[in-house]
Every structure is written in C-alpha cells, then in structure tokens.
C-alpha cells in the first residue's frame, strides 16, 4: 500500500473513531475509565439472559446509565475543529477542556457520574416513583429535568445537534401549543406533567425503544464485534472475492456480497463501508472502475446492510414490539425487498462490467474458494446457529444471540490454541491470545453500543411528547398536507425521512417517524379501500431512513468511502443514491403489493414465486436506469423495460385495465423481459468489435 493510500484509510478510519468516540487515549490512570466501564457494561448485558432476573425498568435504567456515562467519557464537548482553534485563541487555552480529544477533562468525569446517576434513579426510588406516579416531588422534577438535560448533551456529543434540537422543540411546542394557530394547538403541558411522562414511566425515555436496546440489541451488536476482532470481517472479504472474483466486475460484485454478509450483524453503515471498503476499492479501481463508482457501490452496498435480517440496524426488534408481532413475522415480511435489493445491486455491477468492459481479475489474484471456505468455518457456524434458533427453533432474539455468543466464544478460543500447537507454541499462549481477542470485544461491543443507547432513549422524549397530545395534531397536519392522496402522503414520508436521516442515527430516524407517519399511513390506506398493515408502514419509514446515510451533503457513508477512493463525497454520495433508487422504490411498491412482503402468504412455492419475478422486475429496473441491458438500450426498450417492471411489481394496475388475470399479467412481464434480452443479443457486442 503506498503513502498516498494509507494516508486515504486513515482519513476514513478517523471518520469512524470521530462517529463512535474511539479518540480519546489517556495517558494516565484515566486510560482505564472508559475500557473499564464499557467492559463492565458487556458483562452486565451476558449476564441477564441467563444469570441475573431482574424488573426490566432496572435493566434500561442501567443501559441507559452505562451508555450516557460512557459518551461523557467518550466525546469532548466540542469536536469541531474550527470552534477548537476559535475558543483555544480567544482564551488562551484555559477551556481546553470543552474540546479536548485524547484526555478526559475531570469535569467529563464529574459529569458522567452524575448523569448515570441520574439514569439510575428510575431504579434507585422506583417503589417511591410507583406510588408518586402523577404527583412527582421536587426530587422527582429536579432528577427528571438532569436526566432530560444529560441526555440532549449526550446526544449532541455522540449523534450530532439534530436530535436534541429536534427532541427541545417538541418539548418546548408542549408547554407553548395552546398559542400556536388551532390546527397544530392542543393542551399546554405542565413541567410536572411533561416530567411524570418522560422520566418516570415506560412512555418516554425509558420506552419501549431503550427496552429492546437493553434487552436484544446489545447482544446482537456484541456478537458482532465478537465475529469482527476474531477476523471474521475480513474472512467474509476473502470468501467473497474467492467466489466471484473471477466473473466480470468481480471486484465490485466482491464488495456488494461481503458487505451483505456483514451486514447481517452491523447496525453500522459507516463502519461497515470502512472495513470492506479498504480492500474493495482499491480492487475495484484497480479493475477499471472509477474511484466514484467504486466508492458509491461500496455506499450503496453497505447502507443496504441495514435492511438485511437478522438485525437490520437494531430496528427488527423495535418494529416487532410497534406492530405487536413476532420477530419472526418482521424478517419473513422484510426478507424479499432486502434480499432483492442486494441481488440488484449486483446486477448493477454487472451491467457497469458489460459497459465498461471491465474483465474478471486473474486467477493468481483471488484466494483459493476452497481454502477460503474451510479456514474459516467456525466464523458460519455460530451465525448459522443464530439463524436456526431464530427461524427454526423461534427461540427469543435475546436467548438465540446469547447462546451464539457463547459458541462464537468458545470457538475463539479453541482455534487460538489450535493455531498455537500447529505454530508449535505453547497452547496457553493461543488461549491467552483468544481471551484477548474476547476481551477487546467486549469493551468494542460496548462502544458500538453507547450511540444507539443514547439514540433510543432521546427519541423517547419525543415520542413520550407525541403521545401528550401532539400526536393527533400531526396526524390531522400530515392529512390535510396529504389531501387524502396516500402517494402524496408516502412521498412526503420519504422526504421528510430523508431529510431528518441526514442528522439523526437511523434508529432514531426511524422511531420518530414511525411515531409520527405510520399510523396516518395506515389510516389514509384504509380510508381509500386498501389495506395497509402497519409491518409495511414501519419498513416504509424505514427504508428510507437508512437511504439519508448515503444521502448527500452529508451522508458519512459517502465521505468515508470517498476518503479511500480519494474522489469527491458529493460526487460519490450523488452516484451511490443513484445506485440506491432501487431501494427507493421498493417501499412504494410493497405499500400497494404486499405480496413483497409476504404477507398472508403461506405456501413455499407461492413466496418463491413472488421472489422471482420481483427479482427479475428489479433487474429490469437496473437495466432500465444503467441505460444498458445486454447492449446499450435503444430508446424503445427503455419503454419495454419500464413497462416489464410494472408489470412485474404491480401487476394490478394492469388488472384493472385489462381483462387479464394475475398471473396472466405476471407471465406477460416475464416473457416481455426475456424478448428484450433476446433482441438485444442478436445485435453486435460494441466491446468484441473494438476488440
């Protein structure tokens, strides 16, 4: 790797330190504050499964504790680097620690001590808070205002100012709604009636969202870093390009399929992007593609990696606990539009190959497929263990993690002390090594983790704002912006969700929106004679909460990628969201065809029925905006190829206006596809003749 190219990854890898609070290293005895306390953290999570039984509101008190002491240890109050040079000049240094990076100012630690304290006091008086439920002491409102206040500072440190400036708004409209005009005006709120709301029930801050962060997320995220310090990332790299290397465009196809694979336990587009993206990119520049367009696939494959089951970004378990259904009946709903989506983005790699003329890598260049497989069989076998519990076995997400965290631990350890008897070194130096890896684990998974706490939990005030009240006066803003038309409605979701994902988390992106929109997404559904279930109003608001991470102008995603391929973000963001229309519109198409999401669809063959010719819609919708196909499309068969796609994801327009049937509908869609690829093939390839 030359200069200029470390220089690059390590301009992106300090995007992902700056994302996740991974820059401070202290030097003193402090260097032990932050490892000890996420390490206690991870601890306390494996320990409830099985071992400790505890009331669940003292479990997200205590989440809620570790993850908001560790942003104060975490994150400087001030991260800008332009307000650092302001401030250090203005005062000669004297508020350093406002904005120091690599110590921990004692005030951060003053200040994380009495912010989880004030987490804890849900826990520490909760059978005084029981019998005070709608009358709270002074104590009550004063504990209650700190906890409100630490954790829109927290939010701001870790996730940004949109947050807790949009979290402060909703609180202020609450005690100032009775002046607004009459459409948007309802009840003033009291501060003693906004604090019984927010911190001393389940219907704010430590709502349902904090539960399933507490109770499932942790673990899941935790797996996760488990797999990933145990090399599991860069096996899923390695088995990727052993695979696919050798087809046209190998390179990207590589980055798509790895970023899918990690993706199944990431909630982290960023960082997802970083660790694949550092072997993709390159690779892929180095097979033809440009730096822009290897940076947007690398985005677009790695932002789709939050809608693939089984955690899809943390949101599966909290979509569950919204639409009252089992965590089974999420991922069978969100199974399709993911799994489509990834084998499309593919697709669309392809298609750049064919364009380009971009050639498979060699042989030589690409590991061994069978070699690749076998040395890394341990890293499947506790992820296709949580697989099994959760589909087959319809164990609980907190138990099914669990148990794999245990078998992903016990297989750490067991090849560390193979690898030391085969290296003809002393076994207890493999196992050292392995529980160092666990170790270091633990205190990552912790880490990854204090973000979406402190996400989750600011998002409950908002909801616990909405539910004063404000919520029924959204509800009638959103239907007479809407004007009764549920696709001026969706569309207004999509942007709005879009515009808020540029500065919220996609969990809390999510969580807001889905508070606010999905239940008029259903009611206007209804009111028009169609049947919306809330599963595909949540996973509408979804996905488009993810698509803001690729988003421009701010979409880290995109800057981190554009760090490694050295290329414009703007450029690289503009190009990945262009990847990622399809994924745009599938939510617009499973809102009116729910056979996407398969729901009342029960038979085997029916759901691979549908998986097929919604594939097969998806490549001719790729084909359709890469303007090539087999060759480059005339304009005619951009005609034929939309209509294809139409009628393959929406057949039933074509029910209304013909006398054909469903399937007879489908049937034409896929033979309208196969002709214009036949057609196109009879004409000469441009590439063979230049040849």
Not at 114 to 121: E, M
Not at 323 to 332: D, G, I, P, Q, R
Not at 358 to 378: A, D, S, Y
Not at 476 to 495: D, K, P, Q, S
Request: proline residues 4%.
């Amino acid at each position: 790797m030359d200069r200029i190219e470390e220089q690059s990854l390590h301009k992106a890898e300090l995007l992902v330190e700056q994302a996740e609070g991974l820059t401070r290293s202290p030097s003193d005895w402090r260097k032990f504050l932050i490892p000890t306390v996420a390490l206690c953290w991870s601890i306390f999570q494996l320990l409830l499964p099985q071992v400790l039984l505890l009331n669940s509101t003292f479990v997200r008190s205590i989440h809620l504790a570790f993850a908001i002491s560790l942003v104060f240890l975490s994150f400087p109050a001030i991260r800008s680097t332009s307000a650092k040079e302001k401030l250090a000049k203005i005062f000669n240094g004297k508020l350093s620690f406002l904005y120091e990076a690599k110590q921990i100012p004692y005030i951060d630690i003053l200040l994380a001590i009495v912010t989880a304290t004030s987490a804890l006091y849900m826990m520490i008086d909760y059978e005084g808070i029981i019998t005070r439920q709608g009358n709270p002491s002074g104590s009550d409102i004063f504990v209650g205002i700190l906890l409100i206040v630490s954790l829109l500072e927290a939010a701001r440190r870790s996730l940004g100012p949109a947050l807790p400036l949009i979290a402060g708004t909703f609180i202020i409209y609450s005690f100032f709604s009775e002046s607004m005009p009459a459409l948007i005006a309802f009840k003033n709120a009291s501060i003693t009636k906004l604090i019984n709301k927010l911190t001393m029930s389940t219907e704010g801050i430590f709502g349902v969202p904090l539960d399933v962060s507490a109770s499932t997320v942790f673990l899941f995220v935790l797996f996760g870093a488990i797999l990933e310090k145990a090399g599991g990332g860069k096996y899923f790299i390695d088995l990727a390009f052993s695979l696919l290397g050798r087809y046209r465009g190998g390179p990207a196809k590589a980055a798509v399929l790895s970023s899918g694979l990690t993706g199944l336990v990431s909630g982290s587009s960023i960082a997802n992007t970083v660790t694949t993206g550092t072997f993709t990119i390159p690779l892929m520049k180095k097979a033809g593609y440009s730096g822009v367009k290897a940076g947007a696939i690398e985005v677009a494959a790695s932002v789709n990696g939050q809608i693939m089951p089984p955690i899809m970004g943390a949101a599966a378990f909290i979509i569950a606990e919204y639409c009252n259904l089992s965590y089974f009946e999420v991922v069978k709903a969100s199974f399709i539009p993911a799994a489509i989506s990834y084998i499309a983005l593919i697709y669309i790699t392809h298609l750049e190959a064919l364009k380009h003329d971009i050639r498979p890598l060699k042989k030589e260049q690409l590991p061994n497929f069978k070699e690749t497989l076998l040395g890394g069989l341990h890293f499947l076998f506790p992820l296709g263990l949580l697989i099994y519990q959760l589909m087959v076995e319809r164990r609980s997400a907190q138990l099914s993690a669990y148990y794999a965290i245990i078998c992903l631990s016990v297989l750490v350890l067991a090849v560390e002390g193979i690898k030391a008897v085969r290296n003809k070194h002393p076994i207890v130096e493999g196992f050292k090594h392995g529980l160092k890896t666990l170790f270091d684990s633990l205190i990552a998974g912790a880490r990854a983790m204090m973000g979406i706490g402190v996400a989750v939990a600011a998002a409950g005030i908002i909801v616990g704002v909405v539910t004063l009240g404000l919520g029924g006066v959204i509800t009638e803003v959103i239907e007479v912006l809407a004007m009764g038309n549920l696709i001026l409605l969706l569309v207004i979701t999509a942007i709005v969700s879009l515009i808020l994902g540029m500065g919220l988390p996609t969990t809390a992106n999510y969580i807001v929106m889905a508070t606010l929109t999905a239940p008029v997404i259903v009611k206007v559904g209804g009111g028009l004679g169609l049947e919306v279930p809330l599963i595909a109003a949540h996973l509408f608001v979804f996905y488009f909460g993810i698509l803001a991470d690729a988003t421009p102008p701010v979409g880290l995603a995109a800057f981190a990628a554009a760090a490694i391929s050295k290329e414009s973000p703007m450029a690289t963001g503009i190009q990945g969201f262009i990847y990622s229309i399809r994924t745009a519109v599938l939510p617009f198409i499973f809102i009116f065809n729910l056979d996407l999401l398969l729901y009342k669809v029960t038979s085997l063959w029916h759901a691979a029925y549908i998986f097929t010719t919604s594939l097969i819609a998806m490549f001719a919708f790729a084909a359709l905006f890469q303007g090539y196909f087999q060759r480059k499309n005339r304009w005619y068969e951009g005609i034929l190829l939309a209509l294809t796609t139409i009628m393959l994801l929406r057949p039933a327009l074509f029910e209304e206006a013909t006398a054909l049937s469903r399937d007879n509908v489908l049937a034409a869609g896929l033979i309208l596809f196969f002709v214009i690829a036949g057609l196109q093939r009879l004409r000469p390839d441009p590439n063979k003749v230049l040849n």
